[in-house]
């Protein structure tokens, strides 16, 4: 039976999907969906003038799907003389004009916009009915049911359940191949390759011009470049994306999935990850297009299971840490870290060639892949000692992909080791050496990888020495770091005095 009276549907821009469990079921003669830009979204961080393009023209496109699908949109745009810029201020500007008996929101994807939803109830007198977001494969009692009672929450254990859950890369109750994971035979440095995929680039049609000229009028001061936008702003594109990959990039995805080149900012990862984290592409799908390619023989097991794992396994962990630890996660600072990041994270512009090559393509396009993530911006700031509030602010402005459910786990968590061992086992920490391996970016720097000391040393190897020896007291019964601490302990003192010197000597020059 349809309830009686107007049902008002908030869809926020992270909820672009027409198969939304707040949509699910509902009556399109007696709702309303309302759709929101507001300040608040917009200013709650710097964003990256790409991710405001993105997020907008993606709403904006969403809104025209919606209505193509029957359903009566609201839409309130930025430059709404009206616009309240918030999403509560929305929320009580709609109900003068819909008059609806209740609302009906798919829960919201951080701690921030969780608080609105749940005032809403009490400060409009309406019933508010909040709704799992069935795009995830793991519900939150799934994930505490998992996580209660271990002593450490390791996402590969995480991971075998949800393979088991979704049948997976599973014969009967057995992994593929007899293994659960295959990275043993990934991880390998890449050679620069004319053949290599190219994400599609997508011309901007007329909505995204207005947006981009909006952002570039409103948001000039924000980071970023806003040149050259070719990102997928509507499913159909996103999906064209989605094949691009299965096509030419998943067989070579594992092997490669961790090396780095200059010049190539997408390697054979899928670009994909902004279109599912708004809500354009269903993750579940993706794996059974893998999965569907593995068993056609068109890519091969390391490269099928490592994709997967990457979203059932890593993205669903994410999101069950980021919820289980609740809205001081953020606070977080197990290393007592404090340094300011140096303001070349906003400008790109370090002789560091593998800091420039990293910076560099994010602030052109807001995104950079996993490993240069990890290994080289975040690792730089884990050894500098910055503050990992602000290194999570950062990641959080500047990428594509980033809302805070995801964002936060893994900048604060497994890249900074804020939670002092929850995500990561060890702190991502690396020399030159692991940067030397992993890419092609040494030559081209002006400094020596191979040197520790002396003023064209690699800045990366006396910071590591200096990383370890600062935080002995709280690393250093740490058996995965057993071997770096043995090496150091070895060292004899003037060596060790000459490496802190030299790290020291480098970190002023930040400040
Ligand atoms: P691919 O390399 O093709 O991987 C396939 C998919 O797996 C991705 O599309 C993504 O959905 C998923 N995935 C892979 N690794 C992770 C991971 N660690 N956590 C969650 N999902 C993962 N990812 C985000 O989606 N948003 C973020 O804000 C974000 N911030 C990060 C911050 C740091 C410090 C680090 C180290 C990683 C972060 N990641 C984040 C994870 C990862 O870097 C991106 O998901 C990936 O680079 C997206 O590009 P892609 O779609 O080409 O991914
Ligand atoms: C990130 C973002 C931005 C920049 N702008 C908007 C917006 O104007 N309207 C909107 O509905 N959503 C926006 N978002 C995404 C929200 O911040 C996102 O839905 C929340 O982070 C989820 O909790
Ligand atoms: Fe980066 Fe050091 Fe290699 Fe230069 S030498 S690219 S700073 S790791």
Not at 206 to 231: E, K, N, Q, W
Request: charged share 25%; aromatic share 10%.
């Amino acid at each position: 039976m349809t309830p009686e009276g107007t049902t008002l549907v908030p869809v926020l821009g992270d909820q672009l999907s027409l198969g939304l469990s707040s949509l699910a079921g509902a009556d399109p003669a007696t709702t309303v969906v309302l759709m929101m830009e507001v300040s608040d979204e917009t200013a709650y961080v710097r964003h990256h003038k790409t991710k405001l393009v993105y997020i907008l023209s993606a709403m904006r496109h969403h809104a025209q799907a919606l209505r193509e699908a029957g359903w009566r949109v609201d839409y309130v745009a930025l430059d709404d003389p009206e616009n309240s810029g918030s999403f509560t201020g929305e929320i009580a500007r709609a109900i003068q004009r819909h008059d609806p008996a209740r609302i009906a929101v798919t829960e919201a994807g951080e701690w921030r916009v969780t608080a609105m939803l749940d005032s809403w109830e009490t400060l409009f007198g309406i019933p508010v009915k909040i709704l799992p977001d069935t795009r995830f494969l793991a519900t939150h009692a799934e994930f505490e049911a998992w996580a209660e009672g271990r002593k450490a929450l390791r996402m590969e254990f995480f991971y075998r359940e949800m393979r088991r859950k979704t049948g997976l890369l599973m014969n009967g109750d057995k992994p593929a191949g007899g293994e659960w994971n295959y990275d043993t035979q990934n991880r390998k440095p890449a050679k620069g390759d004319l053949l290599m995929p190219r994400p599609h680039a997508f011309a901007p049609d007329a909505i995204t011009r207005a947006v981009i000229a909006l952002v570039a009028a409103r948001f000039a001061d924000h980071p970023g470049s806003l040149d050259g936008f070719t990102f997928a702003v509507t499913a159909a594109d996103a999906e064209r994306q989605a094949d691009l990959f299965f096509a030419h990039a998943l067989a070579d995805f594992g092997p490669y999935e961790d090396a780095m080149l200059s010049g190539e900012r997408y390697l054979w990862h899928s670009i994909l990850s902004p279109y599912i984290n708004s809500g354009l592409l269903d993750p579940l799908d993706l794996c059974r297009r893998a999965e569907a390619a593995y068993r056609a023989g068109r890519a091969p097991l390391n490269s099928v299971e490592g994709y997967i794992r990457q979203i059932i396994g890593w993205r669903e962990y994410m999101r069950g840490i980021y919820w289980r630890e609740g809205p001081d996660y953020v606070t977080r600072n197990f290393l007592d870290h404090h340094r300011a990041l140096p303001g070349f994270y906003w400008t790109g512009e370090t002789d560091m060639h593998c800091m420039a090559e990293a910076l560099g393509q994010t602030l052109a396009t807001a995104h950079a892949h996993h490993i240069q993530r990890l290994m080289v911006t975040g690792n730089f700031a884990l050894l500098i000692g910055a503050d990992p509030a602000q290194v999570h602010a950062w990641y959080l402005e500047v990428y594509l992909d980033a809302y805070e459910w995801v964002e936060l786990p893994n900048t604060l968590g497994m890249s900074q080791f804020g939670d002092g061992g929850l995500i990561a086992s060890k702190p991502y920490i690396a020399s030159g050496a692991y940067i030397d391996r992993m890419s092609d970016y040494c030559g081209r720097c002006r400094y020596d990888v191979k040197q520790r000391i002396g003023p064209d040393a690699c800045p990366f190897n006396a910071l590591y020495w200096d990383f370890l020896a600062r935080h002995e007291d709280t690393l250093g019964d740490n058996m995965r770091l057993a071997m770096p601490y043995r090496n150091w302990r070895r060292t004899d003192p003037a060596n060790q005095q000459a490496l802190r010197a030299q790290a020291a000597g480098f970190l002023d020059t930040l400040d």
